[in-house]
């Protein structure tokens, strides 16, 4: 069902969530590996460059066997330098890409994402390379293959009018979303793409790089830290901002336009940043300190926080949805309440730090996120996370039972089953291990895989290993059965 959803999935008290249709049908999508899925990258012809070990072609998707174009193979990204000017005047877009890679085969081609814009020039090792386009993929053909296990770097120029990816039958408007004043950029799953050429899946994260440059006046919010104070000269603005902790792309961002601004730190020692477009002025102080506050109480029950700040940005698109950005979640066109900042922040663990390796592990981000409102509203004394457990467990005829949250389907990615059924995992699981066993596992999620990935099955055994509890029928009910666990 359709993101608009969200923000009223998440602030629906228990037994308020709205119904979807969903089908019971869950038979396993067919697993297709991402070469024979794409036929689109042409033959390698790296026996006509007279190389001792033949070099082949990238695979044009990553291996995520439900998105099988998105990502790409045969390379692994370590950081995007972003240098792009845009105008929101002319909606034009303009700039560089440079990508630091390493290749994991030797490459006679691969492939970058990137939808529309016009690419006007790629370099590899500072070397002109051939380039072709076909749908959202961008082949590049260097002059020499690279060998397996070598670092390189793609230098791709290109400019145009961004567009978002309009999915109106699941996923709605997201990537690069024009705005009165500027932009409004929330990419996930697949968006980051309508703004910059990548390796665009969540299996490859990289550190980030941005130098926009932007008409005087207007702010650009992007990932991590402001590097330095704004340059500005002949009417522009340029901001550079710097992600140094590996990232998703879809939770890479510049938004851009007219800011409110509050800066500071947390009581517990984040640096802390609140934006507002003027119009959400209100929001401004409630923003700033929600974030602090609730970002130092996930730090004494997730782990330390695993970034360098914190915060949120309201701008004034109605998307209805918020989104966990890298350091900086973003509420589209309306006033955050407390449920759904939990929500994001509790993501920047959940999801940003740990991230997924394949989307039908969703439910890992998301039913973590919404177990994290629960337990917001447990801390705060508005109802224990057994209520909200109780009350969706009591409403036999929801769809959700038909859906089984362990394998988020492509064409319905963010069903609430995913979020709901999701979180009640969660607190199956801490029903069965009880409190101090639960929350060691959460924590050790964090930490252990910090920076990194994690599957399902690495949570459940992780799991079992900390509760020294045999789990399997109880995930397995609750994350694969197409109907409401009786017992477990
Ligand atoms: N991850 C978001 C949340 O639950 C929801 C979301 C999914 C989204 N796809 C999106 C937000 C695209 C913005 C853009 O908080
Ligand atoms: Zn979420």
């Known amino acids: 069902m359709g993101l608009r959803r969200l923000a009223l999935a998440l602030s629906a008290t228990a037994l308020g969530v709205s119904a ?22 042409p033959s390698p012809a790296a026996s006509a460059t007279g190389t001792a070990t033949q070099a082949t072609a990238g695979a044009p998707g990553i291996g995520d066997p439900d998105f099988p174009t998105d990502g790409n193979g045969g390379y692994d990204v370590a950081r995007y330098r972003l240098k792009l000017d845009y105008d929101p005047g002319t909606e034009h877009l303009k700039g560089t890409a440079v990508l630091e890679a390493r290749t994991l085969q030797s490459l ?44 390189f770097t793609v230098r791709v120029a290109y400019s145009g009018t961004p ?33 910059f050429p990548g390796n665009d899946h969540p299996a490859d994260k990289a550190r980030f790089e941005f130098e926009i440059t932007v008409p005087e006046g207007l702010v650009v919010l992007a990932n991590g830290e402001q590097v330095g104070e704004p340059r500005t ?65 996930w730090s004494t029950v997730f782990g ?30 309306f006033h955050p309440d407390e449920g759904i900042i939990a929500h994001e922040l509790a993501h920047q663990w959940f999801g940003n730090s740990v991230s997924i390796k394949r989307w039908r592990d969703l439910w890992l981000n998301e039913g973590f996120a919404t177990y994290a409102e629960w337990l917001w509203n447990e801390h705060t004394g508005k109802g224990t996370a057994e209520a909200a457990f109780n009350g969706y467990y009591q409403t036999e005829d929801d769809p ?36 101090p066993a639960f929350f060691k596992i959460l924590r050790t999620w964090a930490e252990e895989r910090k920076y990194g990935h994690g599957t399902t099955d690495d949570f459940v055994a992780l799991a079992e290993r900390l509760s020294g509890k045999e789990l399997d029928s109880l995930f397995d009910v609750w994350l694969f059965q197409p109907e409401r666990p009786a017992d477990w």
Not at 113 to 131: H, I, Q, T, W, Y
Not at 237 to 244: A, H, L, Q
Not at 402 to 410: E, K, L, Q, V
């Open 108 to 151: 006679s081609r691969f492939n970058l994402d990137l939808s529309g814009l016009k690419v006007e020039s790629v370099a590899v090792n500072d070397r002109a390379a051939r380039f072709t386009r076909s749908g959202t993929e961008l082949t590049v053909i260097p002059a020499t293959p690279l060998a397996s296990g070598t670092d």
């Open 400 to 435: 959700m039972w038909a859906y089984p949250p362990g394998r988020a389907r492509p064409g319905d990615l963010f069903n609430n089953s995913v979020y709901t059924r999701g979180a009640m995992t969660l607190h199956a699981l801490r029903q069965r291990v009880g409190d």
């Open 20 to 41: 979807c249709t969903s089908p019971g049908n869950i038979a396993d999508a067919p697993v297709t590996t991402p070469s024979a899925a794409g036929a689109a990258t």
């Open 233 to 297: 000269s002949g009417g522009k603005t340029t901001f550079v901002w710097r992600e140094d902790h590996p990232m998703a792309t879809y939770l890479a961002t510049m938004t851009l336009g007219e800011f409110v601004l509050k800066e500071g730190k947390t009581p517990g020692g984040i640096r802390n940043l609140a934006a507002t477009d003027p119009k959400f002025r209100r929001s401004l102080n409630k923003v700033y300190d929600l974030s602090a506050k609730i970002t130092d109480y």
């Open 304 to 333: 330390d926080y695993p970034f360098s700040s914190t915060g949120g940005v309201v701008d004034d698109f109605a998307t209805g949805y918020a989104l966990e950005n890298q350091t900086k979640p973003m509420y589209g066109g």
């Open 163 to 195: 567009e978002p990816i309009r999915d109106a039958d699941d996923l709605g408007v997201y990537g690069f979303i024009r705005t009165s004043d500027g932009a409004f950029v929330t990419c996930e799953p697949n968006g980051a793409k309508t703004w």
